[in-house]
């Protein structure tokens, strides 16, 4: 995630180093759990209503549960190997590539490339949609406040896409993690303030028009849904519940933002803690009390779908909570990205100038900032190139979706897992290694089938698709 620089008048003292000759690192704790919440708690906390109306009272909560300990487990696993072979003095590995290759090698180092890099650059292109529908959704808002609910009130996302990746652009300049607990924080404020909105809304209307009818199991086949419909969407919810959690594809390169006393693994442990448990939390409350106040009819979101519309001013509020969310998150999870190509131009064309030279420029209230012309152009160009392909493709977070479930199971329980067992030197058979691999396999087989619920759900907006009409989230 760090690019070294030249420092070619050697002004830098050895007291601003890490041990590794890099700038001293000073993430902590604290720092660490607000890139995780950015990173975790998304907009489809709103969703979670939803999810938990399509499995019910007794799998929903169980569901949500199950995930958040397994992806707690993995990754305090995949915190102990941010140093190899020692935890704790080992050689820092600085992305979850390295980190494969240090334990396993081989192919798996690929098909992780693969699994994490796919999933970031989904991730940003579904953030860019997402983020459009809430700011479309403060202009509905207020369009329905004054002419009335039964209005269309029909608004083209493309502009606010626009104006997504322009603020992206400026924010994509800043060099590195390192550099990005600031919005983290912020957008961490954020997620909680619209999930405590969207509680506290639920909670008003429970208590203004009594609880909807709800079911031990879910949406009824015959009543809500039909069999197959109801089948397909518990698939698609489990795999809804189970993405919510994972946030495996960017956490090393968080743990490689902390300083090293006390231990980085440590704080690690400490920060996923705070930040899983402040997850489940939230993700419970928001989903149960959104079950609670709409029922089997639980819409995909219920603040940008519109379950409420009064009070217009608190749900504009929200929306424009949600935004300013998704600008932090989509920041967290392209910098992994920025960083790896970065990386490998430096070692690629070491000796060119556009690439590796900086410059110093002077900014009021901040000092001097190092300018980069490679970085400058080429983060333009892919904040560019992933707001034009959202508004090309306006399902794309389908897409998002088919990614988020081809890459959990991989980079969320079989890489952290495999990599733990070869650590630690885990006899085959024994009693610990069984439990472990059916860990693996039972995740297997549900990230398969959130796969196949994926797959559906992007068939049927294939089938829907009509080019150059605006998108809108009902």
């Known amino acids: 995630m760090y690019i070294e620089q030249n420092d070619p008048e050697g002004d830098i003292r050895k007291d601003f180093l890490d041990d590794d000759g890099r700038a001293k690192r ?5 720092t660490a759990s607000a890139h995780i919440i950015t990173a975790v708690i998304g907009s489809g906390v709103l969703s979670l209503a939803w999810a938990i109306a399509q499995l019910g009272w007794v799998a929903g909560p169980a569901v949500l549960m199950a995930f958040s300990f397994i992806t707690y487990y993995t990754s305090t696993l995949l915190s102990d190997c941010y140093r190899s072979p020692d935890p704790v003095t ?25 699994a994490q890099y796919g999933n970031l650059i989904g991730v940003t292109i579904g953030y860019t949609i997402t983020a459009s529908i809430s700011m479309v959704a403060v202009k509905r808002s207020n369009c329905f406040h004054r002419h009335g ?32 607990s600031w919005l983290s924080i912020l957008a961490a404020v954020m997620s909680f303030a619209y999930s405590s909105i969207g509680i506290g809304l639920s909670i008003a209307k429970v208590i203004g028009d009594g609880p909807h009818a709800t079911t031990l199991t879910g949406t009824t086949v015959g009543v809500d849904v039909s069999a197959s419909e109801k089948v397909w969407r518990a698939f698609q919810a489990i795999g809804d519940v189970a993405f919510a959690y994972a946030f495996s594809t960017v956490l090393v390169e968080i743990q490689d933002t902390l300083k ?24 419970i409350m928001c989903g149960v009390m959104g079950y609670l106040a709409f029922g089997n009819d639980a819409p995909g979101n219920f603040l940008t779908g519109f379950g409420f519309y009064e009070p217009f001013w608190l749900v504009d509020f929200a929306n424009a909570c949600i935004a300013v969310h998704l600008i932090g998150a989509y920041q967290v999870f392209c910098q992994p990205i920025f960083g790896f190509v970065e990386k490998w131009c430096n070692k690629r064309w070491p000796e060119n100038k556009f690439i590796t030279s900086e410059h110093g420029i002077n900014v009021p ?7 980069n012309s490679f970085r400058l152009v080429w983060r333009t ?31 969320t329980v079989y890489f952290p897992v495999e990599m733990y067992i070869a650590r630690t030197k885990i006899r085959r058979f024994s009693f610990t290694w069984v439990w ?39």
């Open 260 to 283: 090293s006393s006390p231990p980085e693994n440590k704080s690690m442990k400490r920060a996923t803690a705070v930040g899983v448990t402040t997850t489940t939390l939230f993700y």
């Open 381 to 411: 160009a892919y904040v560019i190139v992933s707001a034009v392909l959202a508004m090309i493709f306006p399902f794309f977070n389908d897409f998002v979706g088919l990614i988020g479930a081809a890459s959990f199971w991989p980079l």
């Open 365 to 371: 209230c901040y000092g001097v900032y190092h300018v």
């Open 149 to 180: 609910h039964h209005v269309k009130c029909y608004t083209s996302n493309n502009p606010l896409m626009i104006i997504f990746a322009c603020i992206q652009i400026v924010l994509s300049q800043i060099p590195n993690f390192h550099k990005l």
């Open 90 to 114: 080992g050689k820092r590995n600085y992305t979850y590539m390295d980190v494969v290759r240090a334990s396993l090698g081989g192919r798996s180092v690929q098909l992780c490339g693969l």
């Open 26 to 30: 000073t993430g902590t704790w604290v």
């Open 436 to 474: 472990l691999k059916i860990l693996i396999w039972s995740c297997f087989i549900v990230s398969l089938v959130a796969l196949v619920g994926s797959v559906q759900g992007l068939i049927q907006s294939l089938k829907t698709y009509r080019p150059f009409q605006a998108v809108q989230e009902e």
